[in-house]
C-alpha cells in the first residue's frame, strides 16, 4: 500500500499586526493503537512536520515531542528551549525564523522567553502541566511559579495544561482571557481529548476502558496584550480517512491573536 501524506490545516489570512500560535502534544509522533500495521513512528513525525510547516504559525509549542523534530522543520522554524515534564519525550518551543528571542527560561516543565515582533516584547510561556484530577494545586503552582520567575508580563501562555473544566479561573483573575471563550466558546473547539471518538488509546468499550472529552490544551492571553480573532482544532483528521485512528491522542490548537498597543 503507498503511503500517503496527510492533508495540511489552512487558516485565515494574517495582517500587519496578527501573530499565530501553534500548541499540539503531538504524542512522542508513535502511532495510534489503530494505525495501519506499516505505519511508523516516521509515518507520523512527516505528517506532524507537514501540518507544522504548513500552519503559518508565528511560534509552535510542542509538548511530548521527540527529540530531532527540530531538524524537520529547520526550514521555518529555530528552536528556543526544550525541557522535560511528568511524561515522555519534551517541550519544545520554536519561533519563525525571523524573530529574534530573549530571556529564555525554563521553570519546571515550562519555557518562557520574549519575542520580539512588531518592535514589541511578548512575553510567550510554553507548558505541560502536571496530570490527573488530583494535579489541580499542582498545576496552579507550576503556573504561578513560571509568572513570578519570569518577571514581566507573560503575555501568552500556551500548552497542554491537563486542567479539568472547572480550572483555569486563577488565571484569568490575573487578567488573562481563555481564547476559546472569548471566542464564544464554539462547542465543536471544545475538546482537546475526546477519547470516545479518538481511540489512540484503543477501544474506549472495551474491558476497563472507558472514553471521555476534556479542554486539556489551552490557549490564554494577557488582555492588555492581544486579542483573539479565530481558533482551530489541529490533528482533528483521522489518518488516511480510518474512522477513530489519529496523530495524537490529543488535538492540537492553532490561534489568531491581534496584538493591542497596550
Known amino acids: 500500500m503507498k503511503k500517503k501524506k496527510l492533508a495540511a490545516c489552512t487558516d485565515d489570512k494574517k495582517d500587519s499586526r496578527t501573530i499565530k500560535v501553534f500548541s499540539w502534544n503531538v504524542a512522542c509522533c508513535e502511532p495510534s493503537s489503530l494505525a495501519p500495521s506499516w505505519w511508523s513512528k516516521n509515518d507520523s513525525l512527516v505528517n506532524i512536520t507537514s501540518i507544522i510547516l504548513q500552519s503559518g504559525a508565528d511560534i509552535v509549542a510542542l509538548q511530548e515531542s521527540p527529540l530531532g523534530i527540530e531538524a524537520s522543520i529547520k526550514e521555518k522554524y529555530s528552536l528556543v528551549a526544550s525541557t522535560t515534564s511528568h511524561a515522555p519525550g519534551y517541550v519544545m518551543l520554536f519561533v519563525r525564523k525571523s524573530l529574534k528571542v530573549d530571556k529564555v527560561l525554563k ?54 495544561c491537563n486542567m479539568r473544566m ?93 496584538l493591542n498597543d497596550k
Open 107 to 160: 521553570i519546571g516543565p515550562t519555557i518562557c522567553c520574549e519575542i520580539q515582533m512588531f518592535g514589541k516584547r511578548i512575553g510567550f510561556c510554553n507548558v505541560h502541566l502536571a496530570p490527573f484530577k488530583q494535579g489541580e494545586t499542582a498545576r496552579k503552582v507550576q503556573v504561578l511559579n513560571a509568572m513570578k520567575a519570569f518577571k514581566g508580563r507573560l503575555d501568552i501562555l500556551a500548552g497542554d
Open 166 to 258: 472547572k480550572e483555569g479561573k486563577d488565571i484569568e483573575d490575573r487578567g488573562y482571557i481563555d481564547v476559546w471563550k472569548s471566542l464564544g466558546r464554539i462547542s465543536k473547539l471544545r475538546f482537546t481529548w475526546d477519547s470516545k471518538k479518538n481511540w489512540y488509546h484503543g477501544d474506549p468499550s472495551a474491558p476497563g476502558a472507558f472514553g471521555f472529552t476534556c479542554r486539556f490544551d489551552r490557549i490564554y492571553v494577557n488582555k492588555d496584550a492581544a486579542t483573539a480573532r479565530y481558533l482551530k482544532l489541529i490533528g482533528e483528521e483521522p489518518i488516511l480517512g480510518m474512522e477513530n485512528s489519529f496523530l495524537s491522542d490529543h488535538y492540537g490548537l492553532l490561534a489568531t491573536l491581534s
